[in-house]
């Protein structure tokens, strides 16, 4: 069915004109890539969704932990504590499922990080020096405004899109290292309240969130959070004030020529 419906509008587009065709491709071949970037986005907003379940699980755990009174009795504490030593390894091994699969989902979405970031680099670079000379220097004026409307919507786009996939990566890294700050305020509330230490499971998980550094990156390359936005940035403006010296050196030389020539040619003898 679906080949059926693709044939059918190339042979619409086909019945107008080369140039119909080559337009639409042009315009709709850089949304296959964006699919696999939203796809993306959607596996680790789902992974994100889930670490927050856990850091509400243990903040509930220190919350109660910090609100109950002292135990009366010893049987009392050792109830307590492997309630807490129960809920630990569970909250333990879901974690470390979660951080398998974020890395798991990092080394197969990792080919297209990277080509999708060096795409957007580009474009970014590219649509801001053709509206920089479009609209301060008033240059290409055979583009048309259908056209610059196309340069404008790009560069938003993949501006927007960038913002989205780094704030994204940013924010579930974040929530899969919150745990370890959750775990020492617990250990740090079970010393003061007198309840027996259970620094084995602590120091198991706390090994465990050592190890499972949970951070995207781009086939190990750089790592996907917000000094990205700042690196891309100052990369584009710092090509973009040398393409444009560049741009108003070859201007300056090229009107200065034609002075010189305008001015021999004035004083040449008849």
Known sequence: MGGIIFVSCIDHLMNHNVVTLGLV????????????????????LLLRKRFCWINMKMEDLVNKQSQR??????????????????????????HHE???????????????????????FLIIIIMSFYLIKMYLLNSFQEITPNEKIVYINTLTFQISLVFIIVLICSSTSKEARKAGILLHNLVSLNSVNGVESFDIEVACFSLQLLHHNVKFTACRLFVVDETLLYTIFGAATTYLVIV???????????????????????????
């Open 98 to 120: 979660l951080c398998t699969i974020t890395k798991q989902l990092n080394k197969a979405y990792a080919v297209q990080m990277l080509l999708f970031m060096i795409q957007a």
């Open 69 to 94: 009174n002292r135990p009366v009795s010893k049987r009392s504490a050792l109830a307590q504590k492997n309630i807490i030593l129960t809920l630990l390894q569970k909250i333990g091994d879901k």
């Open 244 to 270: 444009l010296q560049f741009e108003f050196g070859i201007s300056t030389a090229s009107n200065a020529a034609n002075e010189l020539k305008s001015a021999a040619q004035t004083i040449k003898p008849q």
């Open 25 to 44: 491709i042009a315009h709709s071949a850089p949304l296959f890539s964006v699919f696999a970037e939203l796809q993306f986005c959607g596996f680790a």
